[in-house]
């Protein structure tokens, strides 16, 4: 397993994951605490982390770049 982002907002992870999901990619969310049991508002201590398989890894990062090159504000 390779770690393709990192967040902490769990929401903002999720939001990865159900990308990578979509393009038939088997991502996973590890979470080492939780400051609140909230999955929309929830900050994580030391960060959320979605991985992949390493043979997956390459597909990953660009959905991931994409994601983050268009999250900012729209004009």
Known sequence: MVQVFASVFQDEALVV???LESAGLAPQILVDGMLDVNPLFN????GVR???ADSEEED???IVAD???NKGPQA
């Open 17 to 19: 994951k159900s990308l």
């Open 43 to 46: 900050v994580a201590i030391k």
């Open 50 to 52: 979605v991985c992949v």
């Open 60 to 62: 990953a990062r660009a």
């Open 67 to 69: 994601f983050t090159a």
